[in-house]
């Protein structure tokens, strides 16, 4: 198994272009999940999906797009970005288990974006 | 609401020296929790976890207690070696049936020969 991958690995946009990071996980994991990483805050969580076709918002959404129309696929889109985006995203995954989701998440190796 | 609080780093140790990372929470209801680590250019990977109160989870030499009285959960290692270095995340799933992972801050430890 490959586990979460994400591309691309480092990125630099100009303000106001549009792109889009890629996600993908090999473990039929139901849920998962967008975070940025930031100095000094720690992960904040962006968006989640609990399962094909059904996505919901986390703390810091703004600006973001996500959709889940397969369960291995979860992209998420920059729709103008804006250097206060400049940041490293992880993508994360986790099982669903017999006492339901799991809080066990399996995370990707980040994309680096720059915005100038 | 709920979060979690670190100490501050950089953490920097010689080689075997002992290792307290200390982490407090704050939450509703009886919350999961967790140490993450992020070693350079790499994702977050689990470390160990604690599910309910007096639980101690280890993985790799390092120990954390979920201690409810003083809502704390510090990582602790008898020994460090410098393959350690790296930044270290406690984290807190909130009860409830939702698994959005609540993150510390992270503390970097560097560990030197």
């Known amino acids: 198994n490959a586990g979460v991958t994400q591309t691309p690995k480092f990125q630099v946009l100009k303000t106001g272009q549009s792109m889009t990071l890629q996600c993908a996980q090999d473990m039929n994991h139901e849920y998962m999940s967008w975070y940025r990483q930031d100095p000094g805050m720690g992960l904040r969580l962006i968006h989640y999906s609990v399962g094909a076709g059904i996505t919901d918002q986390g703390e810091v959404p703004n600006g973001y797009n996500v959709s889940r129309s397969t369960t291995e696929d979860f992209p998420l889109r920059l729709l103008s970005a804006a250097p206060s985006q400049t940041s490293v995203y992880f993508c994360?995954?986790?099982?669903?288990?017999?006492?339901?989701?799991?809080?066990?998440?399996?995370f990707g190796p980040g994309t680096r974006l720059t915005v100038t | 609401g709920d979060s979690v609080t670190q100490m501050e780093g950089p953490v920097t140790l010689s080689e075997e020296a002992f290792l307290t990372i200390n982490c407090t929470y704050t939450a509703t209801g009886y919350p999961s929790l967790f140490w993450y680590v992020q070693y350079p250019g790499e994702g977050l990977q689990l470390l160990l976890k604690a599910t309910k109160a007096d639980d101690k989870g280890s993985n790799k030499g390092f120990e954390a207690t979920y201690r409810k009285e003083t809502t704390s959960f510090h990582l602790e290692k008898g020994s460090v070696q410098v393959s350690d270095s790296a930044v270290y995340f406690c984290?807190?799933?909130?009860?409830?049936?939702?698994?959005?992972?609540?993150f510390g801050a992270g503390t970097r430890l560097a560990v030197h020969p």
């Open positions: 984290a807190l799933g909130p009860s409830g049936g939702y698994n959005k992972l609540i």
């Open positions: 994360a995954s986790s099982p669903r288990t017999d006492r339901g989701l799991s809080y066990e998440q399996y």
